[in-house]
């Protein structure tokens, strides 16, 4: 065996050398390579040479070779090349593959990499960055060590349509006109010529009539064609991605920083107002395009508004116990006898109409506050009783202020005028907004203060029936005019249809998708692409053992979370899981180790997915108000559609506890 495949590489070898003998000559190292490449076809890899080589232009590369490892952008060099020309390299490539079509799906630049291989003794101080260096021994870095990620069918597709594509690439050592189709690869319209958008299209129709079976392909390296669209379309001005849970949203502005950090020089951020969320993005961002993450930076929006204070002197450390026990004092001594819990009894609601409409609008003033719009909020306020909630407020800073402390609103409203008194030096190319729907306003304007309104500049992601804050703003309010800039997304990529079918029993109210016109769509019409699921709706007393039970039945492992409404209520049930022999941890803070079961809040998992969820009841008092009840759907939507394949429902008859 070993012969006969020593025999093939050297036929593979003296074929591409007939080849490279009729063109002009390569310098000897760079034909060595070449023909290196060449015999790789062997191991399914497919080598296009430039027909300039070794006179090639600066945005072009030498030679593209495409396998199983991917695509391979390759630089031949004996000096370092700029980062332009690197980069250059790279974008031409990925522009003759996009809309590439497979059976898969539409092929991303996830699979493309950037190599500059040196010839051996030269010394460089390139390393690898944007692009992988490698001398010329080299090389089974990138052809025999490379983690697979196209299959035979993907590659010849990917192989023919460079081919195809320009007169620059000739293939060496193959003939694409006499390598058949492989089965199956015409499916979806990846044949020589074709564009493949019909036949995508009728794809695409076939499922929403049928409901595929199959498995969603890795997310990082196909997409559909309205993702990928969304992903390479070029914005004047701010955009938004909007659609149901489930519907990619978050990958897709990790695949749109990744392209256009591609593109372009500078740093570039990702933020939301939650905090797990930025590094759960980090992560799966260095999985998506690990040769330019070390250029886009993931923050909490409000550790970046203090690091900017702290930066310019103007230190702002939130202790949130102090927080709470501030305003609980500020209750206790006027709110708990006063008019507010005559109105409303719950002084939790008057923290939030603070923190989400009084200081999260940067309201200045009482005639401010009494025209001010509370969307979502529940409850008529008529102006001469919003002077009583100004009076309270008033009280709440004057004990701020005696303690010596801020709370979280006062660190973005303090940055947002330092930005004012002086625009952000460092300034990034581009800045996406996860989860938008929950920002205050002045974090929405905090964010536009950082990107501005050039063209690719702001993206904003967000889904209205996610919503957990209520208190809403419109982006005109923020100065922000999206201009038909907006990208919905309907097609469910991540819940077997019965749990979207149990996520869509909910009556989660849409109190956002209205704020630049867009038409709003729910996630009971969104369109499930993965069949099947299991929905459990148990009801009884024994809640413990039943969930306990459940969770040694479905042998859960990594994969596997119980989300609750509360912190309290999730600190119980992780010790109940420990007690009961069930390996458990907390979901917050966010760690990369595995866990056999997650236990969070319903807020904490925002931004995750699991394999199975379980949300078991809580015995607690339910409210009564429009706002409230609106408010425990919407939460409850985003846990169940946490959910992949499993979800257990708790209604506990009586308090076993």
Partial sequence: MTGTYDHHRERLRRQADEQLRARPPLPSWQKRVVERFAVERGSGWYTLLNQFTPHTPDNRPDAVLVGPGGVLVVLLCEHEPPVEATRAAFVWTAELLAGLATPHGMLTEA??????????????????????????SELDRVLVCAEPVLDGADALAAARQLDNGTFDLTPIA????????????GQVGSSDRSSGLFEVRRLRDERAEQGPRVAVPDWRLFLDDVQLGAVRRQYGGPARISGPAGTGKSTLALHRLAHLARRGPGRLLFTSHLESLPELAKEQFRSLAPQVAHRVEFRNLHEWAAELLAERGRDTVVDEQRVDAAFAAVWERSGRTGPLAAARPSRHYWKDEIDRVIKGRGLGTLESYRSATRRGRGGQLSPAFRAHVWEFYCEYERELCERGIYDRNDVLI????????????????????DEVQDLTLVGLRLVHAVSGDGPNRLLLVG???????????RLSEAGISLRGRSEVLRRNYRNRSAIVEAAGELDAVNRFDDIDGTPAVTLRSSLPVLSGGEVVRWNG????????????????GAGTAVLTRSRAAAEEWTEVLRRGGVPARRLAPWSPEPAAVLVGTLLEAKGFEFRAVFLPDERRPMGFYRDELEALQRQLLVATTRARDYLWLGALEESDE
């Fill in 111 to 136: 699979v493309v990499r950037t190599v500059v291989v040196f010839p051996e003794g030269v010394r460089t101080t390139a390393e690898d960055g944007e692009q992988v260096v490698v001398a010329e």
């Fill in 463 to 473: 889904d209205g029936q996610q919503q957990v804050f209520a208190g809403g703003w």
């Fill in 414 to 433: 303090r940055a947002l005028d330092e930005l004012g008194r002086k625009p952000l030096g460092r300034v990034y190319s581009v800045v996406a907004v």
């Fill in 174 to 185: 193959w003939n694409p006109q006499r390598i058949p189709q492989p089965r199956g690869a």
């Fill in 541 to 556: 007393i024994a809640q413990r053992e039943a969930v306990l039970a459940a969770l040694r039945g479905l042998d859960a």
